[in-house]
């Protein structure tokens, strides 16, 4: 059975009207209406997906992929880097300083709050001018 169409009329920018002329017998339409229609139809389709991957071409999904991926390790370790860095400093420190727990505790809170209210940044000189008053 034939789907039922409706005549709709509207109104479009000549630049895209060009775009239609161009396309439609290009991708093997034999008239402008079906070619809008199936326009629509992928549009919609678009807009409602929660999987894209339908409308986006397969190269453009594994290179986003790959290169995500890539700074995925790259962040991995260069935080890995950092943490052993930062771990080798606390040890120094630990080391050279008779620090008593409290203080420790007090120093941890008061850090915790300063870094939340930084956005997570905290600059040498802030601690250093923290450490004056």
């Known amino acids: 059975m034939k789907e039922q169409k409706c005549k709709i009329a509207s109104y479009i920018k000549a630049d895209t009207a060009a775009l239609l002329e161009k396309h ?8 402008r209406s079906e070619f809008v229609d199936d326009a629509i139809q992928f549009y919609c389709g678009y807009l409602n997906a929660n999987d894209y991957s339908a409308y986006l071409p397969n190269i453009v999904i594994s290179t986003m992929k790959g290169t995500l991926g890539s700074m995925e390790r790259r962040m991995a370790n260069l935080l890995f880097k950092v943490a052993v860095e930062l771990a080798m400093m606390q040890n120094l420190l630990a080391a050279n300083q008779k620090i008593q727990r409290s203080t420790l505790d007090s120093l941890r809170g008061m850090c915790v709050r300063e870094v939340k209210s930084l956005n997570g940044t905290l600059k040498l000189d802030d601690a250093v001018m923290l450490s004056d008053e």
């Open 24 to 31: 439609y017998k290009e991708q093997g339409y034999t008239n």
